[in-house]
């Protein structure tokens, strides 16, 4: 990674952060621009130091700030064909319905040139939608490398699109299932806090961080076990680690998460009666318990609604158990 920094002169006053940007840093085009200020990698500090939040390609500038680029290393230019197993759960002319095991990554990138969904695709289907670009073709959202389950895939440019007009809409439905930590109190609500990311650097993403966008999670509980809860989880808007960092947000990580506080900073959170429990829980599950268990849209050719289901892999399944069979008695929930 490479980070830049420039200084916006007062000639640039009013005008847009995106377009001014791509003229100070010769590497960069006005989408390109845009493309790292939506993905958190470009910070503005007014003349006084103060940076700026929710930043959007959009911003008027005044002049006088400073504007800092984090250059991520370069993709790979196009992903080889793979022979990887697929769990194809639907398919047709138009589209596949992926169910992803944990542990692959979706699509290469610095560190994962190979062994990606997407190089197996490439094995799998003569044809993907060009829209993603050469390294995503197909790829309509994407899932973490840990977690589990259910990812469309399309054919075409033409469904493409649809896909993303439903996605837009928020008329493609993405549930999920979670173990978690405590229980959310209330049982049943909505999680809404803007989430971008971690000013500390790295993929981490945080409440209210770099380049915020607005981010809403419905959430249900299922079952309530002695000092875990059984969730299922709705996206209404797809940011990444999204679930994850919206219920660490809350008070309730997802079991497993090493990246957001769902392991060993979790376990000291609970009484003390539950700890043996909860620790033999995690020797079972190195990743957070989080799986996209149901995928529900309309086709874009023959206009069907669809719903295409995946249940959760062994691995939950077990600490689902395990936490359900807890012999403590009372309850427990996270401390503040």
Known sequence: MTVVSFQVPAIARGRRLDVVLAELDARLSRSQ?????????VQVRSADGIPTKRLKAGLALVGGETIIVEHPPPEPLSAAPEDIPLDVRYEDDDLLVINKPAGLVVHPAPGHARGTLVNALAAYCARLSSL????????LHRLDKDTSGLLIVAKNDRTH?????QIAARTLSREYLALVWGHPNPPQGRIEAA?????????AMKIEGRASRDAATQYETLETYPYTSWLRLALETGRTHQIRVHLRFVGHPVVGDPQYGGRDRAVRGIAPQYRRSAKALLEGLPRQALHAWRL?????TTGKSM?????????IQTARERAAQANAPGNASLRA
């Open 195 to 203: 989430i971008g990311r971690d000013p500390h650097g790295g993929k």
């Open 307 to 315: 719903a295409i289901f995946a249940e959760p892999p062994e691995d």
């Open 161 to 165: 699109a649809a896909f993303a007009e």
């Open 132 to 139: 993603g670009g050469p390294i995503r073709p197909g790829i």
């Open 33 to 41: 621009a845009a493309h790292l200020i939506r993905e958190g990698c």
């Open 296 to 300: 529900t849209f309309v086709h874009p």
